[in-house]
């Protein structure tokens, strides 16, 4: 059923606590990096909007992105679909099949015509319109169907943001992301194979407080989240400065917690949130369990020559350097330091992919 509630009402009608009210909007506060002061303004302007409607359509894709928001606990999922906003339509997650989900999409659409925010979730393959249909239409043809009215749309996942997987050479369906599509609807790209889930209520909780969507970077993603690379924010980054790094999984390096780099990690060409935000719950990420980032949140991570090659080796120039530093009387770690975020610069520049053997030969 479509309702023009306000959110407070909404909030009140559903048990919700002033005190547990104010408790979300400092969460919302900090995790959107905003002073702690601003949790009243935030408060008072959640109290008065409508929940916004939103639309959520499915492509090719493997439905990682939804699971993943089914784990956020900052809001919860439940707090979200049932108290903040209102989920008119999302295909995994309807009650309703057929006729009813196809009433459900065109009813929401019809209310809030130019407000409802679209999230979609996988790419648009434009190879043969039939390699990927919902209710016989094409995944093209729904898109520019529902994006026409929306108030924005949010790109969720690397395969929306970017065509992801299936976009990866030789990419056979000739997939490609919502933006390659849509030109006149402000597009904000939440990457990642998934995405982590409090950056995707994050930003939709943005958008509920201030109707506007946050500040973006050069590729259209949310700079509270990734304006860091991981290697900014990795606890491993001190081993990595003094050019201590693991050279297998099981060996003495990798039981001490050194650096990742020389098996793979993709962290310094990788903005995204996971070092600081981490994953459920904040229990843990991929480089605190033992293994390199993959790069997810970036564009083409699935050509980018392998997930275990090394982006470049900074080993033996931390070396030579800490040689040079002892013969001076310097710290060895903070000139390697110096070194090897002069390469680091570098590499994100221009997204190297350079493997430890290229550059030993
Ligand atoms: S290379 Fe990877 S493991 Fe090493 S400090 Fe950077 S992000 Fe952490
Ligand atoms: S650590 Fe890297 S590969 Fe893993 S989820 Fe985060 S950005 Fe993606």
């Given at each position: 059923?479509?309702?023009?509630?306000?959110?407070?009402k909404?909030?009140?009608?559903?048990?919700?606590?002033?005190?547990?009210?104010?408790?979300?909007?400092?969460?919302?506060?900090?995790?959107?990096?905003?002073?702690?002061?601003?949790a009243?303004?935030?408060?008072?302007?959640?109290?008065?909007?409508?929940?916004?409607?939103?639309?959520?359509?499915?492509?090719?894709?493997?439905?990682?992105?939804?699971?993943?928001?089914?784990?956020?606990?900052?809001?919860?999922?439940?707090?979200?679909?049932?108290?903040?906003?209102?989920?008119?339509?999302?295909?995994?997650?309807?009650?309703?099949?057929?006729?009813?989900?196809?009433?459900?999409?065109?009813?929401?659409?019809?209310?809030?015509?130019?407000?409802?925010?679209?999230?979609?979730?996988?790419?648009?393959?434009?190879?043969?319109?039939?390699?990927?249909?919902?209710?016989?239409?094409?995944n093209?043809?729904?898109?520019?169907?529902?994006?026409?009215?929306?108030?924005?749309?949010?790109?969720?996942?690397?395969?929306?943001?970017?065509?992801?997987?299936?976009?990866?050479?030789?990419?056979?369906?000739?997939?490609?992301?919502?933006?390659?599509i849509?030109?006149?609807?402000?597009?904000?790209?939440?990457?990642?194979?998934?995405?982590?889930?409090?950056?995707?209520t994050?930003?939709?909780a943005?958008?509920?407080?201030?109707?506007?969507?946050?500040?973006?970077?050069?590729?259209?993603?949310?700079?509270?989240?990734?304006?860091d690379?991981?290697?900014?924010?990795?606890?491993?980054?001190?081993?990595?400065d003094?050019?201590?790094?693991?050279?297998?999984?099981?060996?003495e390096?990798a039981?001490?917690?050194?650096?990742?780099?020389?098996?793979?990690?993709?962290?310094?060409?990788?903005?995204?949130?996971?070092?600081?935000?981490?994953?459920?719950?904040?229990?843990?990420?991929?480089?605190?369990?033992?293994?390199?980032?993959?790069?997810?949140?970036?564009?083409?991570?699935?050509?980018?020559?392998?997930?275990?090659?090394?982006?470049?080796i900074?080993?033996s120039?931390?070396?030579?350097?800490?040689?040079?530093?002892?013969?001076?009387?310097?710290?060895a770690?903070?000139?390697?330091?110096?070194?090897?975020?002069?390469?680091?610069?570098?590499?994100?520049?221009?997204?190297?992919?350079?493997?430890?053997?290229?550059?030993?030969?």
């Amino acid at each position: 059923m479509i309702t023009q509630e306000t959110l407070g009402k909404t909030l009140i009608s559903h048990g919700v606590s002033r005190r547990g009210f104010i408790k979300f909007c400092s969460t919302l506060t900090s995790m959107l990096a905003l002073h702690p002061s601003m949790a009243i303004q935030v408060a008072k302007s959640l109290e008065k909007i409508q929940r916004p409607s939103v639309i959520w359509l499915h492509f090719q894709e493997c439905t990682g992105c939804s699971e993943s928001l089914t784990r956020s606990h900052a809001p919860t999922i439940e707090s979200l679909i049932f108290d903040y906003i209102s989920l008119d339509y999302h295909e995994t997650l309807l009650a309703a099949a057929g006729d009813a989900a196809e009433k459900a999409l065109h009813d929401a659409m019809h209310a809030h015509k130019g407000k409802y925010l679209l999230v979609v979730e996988g790419s648009i393959p434009l190879a043969n319109p039939g390699f990927s249909t919902v209710g016989g239409k094409s995944n093209l043809d729904v898109l520019q169907h529902v994006a026409k009215d929306a108030a924005a749309i949010i790109a969720v996942g690397s395969c929306a943001s970017f065509g992801g997987l299936p976009n990866a050479d030789p990419n056979p369906t000739g997939a490609v992301s919502v933006s390659d599509i849509i030109k006149d609807k402000p597009i904000i790209n939440i990457s990642g194979c998934p995405p982590i889930p409090v950056v995707i209520t994050g930003v939709l909780a943005h958008y509920l407080t201030f109707n506007v969507l946050p500040e973006l970077d050069e590729l259209g993603r949310p700079k509270t989240f990734y304006a860091d690379t991981i290697h900014d924010r990795c606890y491993r980054r001190p081993f990595y400065d003094k050019g201590l790094f693991a050279e297998s999984f099981d060996d003495e390096g990798a039981k001490k917690g050194w650096c990742l780099y020389r098996l793979g990690c993709k962290g310094p060409t990788t903005h995204n949130a996971c070092a600081t935000v981490k994953w459920n719950d904040q229990t843990s990420w991929p480089v605190e369990a033992g293994h390199g980032c993959l790069g997810c949140s970036e564009p083409r991570f699935w050509d980018g020559g392998g997930f275990y090659k090394a982006l470049s080796i900074p080993g033996s120039d931390v070396k030579k350097m800490a040689g040079y530093a002892v013969a001076a009387g310097l710290a060895a770690g903070a000139v390697g330091g110096m070194a090897n975020r002069s390469k680091k610069v570098d590499a994100v520049k221009k997204h190297e992919t350079i493997s430890v053997e290229d550059w030993e030969e």
